[in-house]
């Protein structure tokens, strides 16, 4: 059975930080391009960041770029988001993605997704 799951949102200040981190089962890991969606409420899931299976390559949405930095580490199973600088626009439910076919951006073509945690970032 398949599962990723999130963990590492909370509550934080506007200029803080967070570290999300996700940890897959069921999957050859290291096979799967991996990405970071987030949900804000009354909006659509929008793409946040991703990796390529060898972490050689990776690509951020332009509201995150600067701030956040998407990493994996393969031995682990396992990929992490570490964001800074905090904003409220911020706020939204984030979700792990794995993505098989190396589609980086798109949500309706990840294969498997993660159950989301809670990112809320203060004024």
């Known amino acids: 059975q398949v599962q990723l799951v999130e963990s590492g949102g909370g509550l934080v200040q506007a200029g803080g930080s967070l570290r999300l981190s996700c940890v897959t089962s069921?999957?050859?890991?290291?096979?799967?391009?991996m990405g970071w969606f987030r949900q804000a409420p009354g909006k659509e899931r929008e793409f946040v960041a991703a990796?390529?299976?060898?972490?050689?390559?990776?690509y951020y949405a332009d509201s995150v770029k600067g701030r956040f930095t998407i990493s994996r580490d393969n031995a682990k199973n396992m990929v992490y988001l570490q964001m800074n600088s905090l904003k409220p626009e911020d706020t939204a439910v984030y979700y792990c993605?794995?993505?098989?076919?190396?589609?980086?951006?798109?949500?309706?073509?990840?294969?498997?997704w993660g159950q989301g945690t809670q990112v809320t970032v203060s004024s």
């Open positions: 993605a794995a993505d098989r076919l190396g589609v980086v951006t798109s949500v309706s073509e990840y294969d498997y």
């Open positions: 069921g999957i050859i890991f290291s096979r799967y391009t």
């Open positions: 990796i390529i299976w060898s972490g050689g390559s990776t």
